[in-house]
């Protein structure tokens, strides 16, 4: 059995998937396919594999969840700058 947590939450039209594990964590976003995630390259976004400064995956998750319920959905460009892209 597989020891991870998992958070699911809708916003807007956005579904937002948040996944902790021993290896690692990602968070996606559906249906625009953004992913953040720290498995084997540091913390970085897909698909360019842009290391981001921000560590925390909680913070992370709540800038991504803050951008989409501010701006009505996703807008990658905006949202890659408040991650310091």
Do not use: T
């Not at 996606?28 to 540091?42: A, E, S, T, W």
């Not at 981001?52 to 460009?77: A, Q, T, W």
């Amino acid at each position: 059995m597989k020891r991870e947590n998992r958070i699911q939450i809708d916003i807007g039209d956005c579904r937002v998937h948040y996944r902790r594990a021993p290896r690692g964590w990602a968070i996606i976003v559906m249906p625009d396919k953004f992913k953040v995630d720290n498995y084997y390259h540091g913390v970085h976004v897909h698909p360019d594999r842009k290391v981001i400064p921000i560590k925390d995956p909680d913070i992370i998750f709540n800038i991504i969840c803050n951008h989409i319920h501010r701006e009505g959905g996703l807008i990658e460009s905006k949202l890659r700058r408040e991650l310091g892209l």
